[in-house]
T-cell receptor
Framework: DVKVTQSSRYLVKRTGEKVFLECVQD?????MFWYRQDPGLGLRLIYFSYDVKMKEKGDIPEGYSVSREKKERFSLILESASTNQTSMYLC?????????FGSGTRLTVV | AQKITQTQPGMFVQEKEAVTLDCTYDTSDQSYGLFWYKQPSSGEMIFLIY????DEQNATEGRYSLNFQKARKSANLVISASQLGDSAMYFC????????????WGAGTKLIIKP
């Protein structure tokens, strides 16, 4: 089974800090995704990547950037964290008929 | 306009009963895929079932089945013989043809199974 690992389950950061959320998958998948999940809003796509060094903006890219230097690793970067970026962040990797998700990172910005 | 609509924000169901979670979708594509995911309180998203728009049979996976009504654009999830462990958020999602494999998500339904 594909494993998608997010480096942290819980993070607390201060406003203005640069924050890195890491995601690693172990099945050589080309497509990887970063979502943000907020109550009542479902999942919203921040960025996705379809290959190394390739990235595309999703629905809510403002305030975020991403990095894909190696196929297995897709990083989400909050250049200057703000309180409205407090949320659950989910990474996913595409498989044949579905997507495998990591266990999520709950980020709180204070 | 909403592309995926889940009209039930929350549901209470007695253990061992069957439960149907509603999902309607909106697309002009002929080829698309529909997914259901479960998210327990632990936060991970668990893939449950997939239905392709050209699949002739309704998808089934163990206790999960998908009631696919193409003309009505509905893809309801049916859980038979519900268990306490089924308590979770359930999300319906759609992938359209030229979407770069992006998924469009519904807002979710919180299902609580009562003992």
């Amino acid at each position: 089974d594909v494993k998608v690992t997010q480096s942290s389950r819980y993070l607390v950061k201060r406003t203005g800090e640069k924050v890195f959320l890491e995601c690693v998958q172990d099945m050589d998948h080309e497509n990887m995704f970063w979502y943000r999940q907020d109550p009542g809003l479902g999942l919203r796509l921040i960025y996705f990547s379809y290959d190394v060094k390739m990235k595309e903006k999703g629905d809510i890219p403002e305030g975020y950037s991403v990095s894909r230097e190696k196929k297995e690793r897709f990083s989400l970067i909050l250049e200057s964290a703000s309180t409205n970026q407090t949320s659950m962040y989910l990474c996913a990797s595409r498989r044949a008929r579905g997507y495998t998700f990591g266990s999520g990172t709950r980020l709180t910005v204070v | 306009a909403q592309k995926i609509t889940q009209t039930q924000p929350g549901m209470f169901v007695q253990e061992k009963e069957a439960v149907t979670l509603d999902c309607t979708y909106d697309t002009s594509d002929q080829s698309y895929g529909l997914f259901w995911y479960k998210q327990p309180s632990s936060g991970e998203m668990i893939f449950l079932i997939y239905q392709g728009s050209y699949d002739e049979q309704n998808a089934t996976e163990g206790r999960y089945s998908l009631n696919f009504q193409k003309a009505r654009k509905s893809a309801n999830l049916v859980i038979s013989a519900s268990q306490l462990g089924d308590s979770a958020m359930y999300f319906c999602a759609m992938r359209e043809t030229d979407s770069n494999y992006q998924l469009i998500w519904g807002a979710g339904t919180k299902l609580i199974i009562k003992p």
